[in-house]
């Protein structure tokens, strides 16, 4: 099975930036489409960004001028590059695999924009 394993969130002051990273591992394939969600308390989950075996992306449209994706050379590891972060940004931030006309979610990591 496929297993997704988010680092890199934690607490950041507004205009700040973290970079998260999401490490694909198990029966994967390496043309799987990639890409990263976000859900803060009460709200519906959100895309954030997504990454396609090509290296073509897509963004929600908060991200589009502050939030980069990118993948490495081996298709098993995405990052988030997040800048001029706002309190609003605070959510969880899943990574999302689809490979093999199946799903699949990484537990999240937390992001906590506050002064």
């Known amino acids: 099975q496929v297993q997704l394993m988010e680092s890199g969130g934690g607490l950041v002051q507004p205009g700040g930036s973290l970079r998260l990273s999401c490490v694909a591992s198990g029966d994967i394939s390496r043309s799987s489409v990639m890409g990263w969600y976000r859900q803060a308390p009460g709200k519906q989950r959100e895309l954030v960004a997504v990454?396609?075996?090509?290296?073509?992306?897509n963004y929600g449209e908060f991200a589009k001028d502050r939030f980069a994706i990118s993948r490495d050379n081996a298709e098993n590891t995405i990052w988030l590059q997040m800048n001029v972060l706002r309190p609003e940004d605070t959510a969880v931030y899943y990574c999302?695999?689809?490979?093999?006309?199946?799903?699949?979610w990484g537990q999240g990591t937390q992001v906590t924009v506050s002064s």
């Open positions: 990454i396609g075996s090509d290296g073509s992306t």
């Open positions: 999302k695999a689809w490979s093999d006309l199946r799903q699949y």
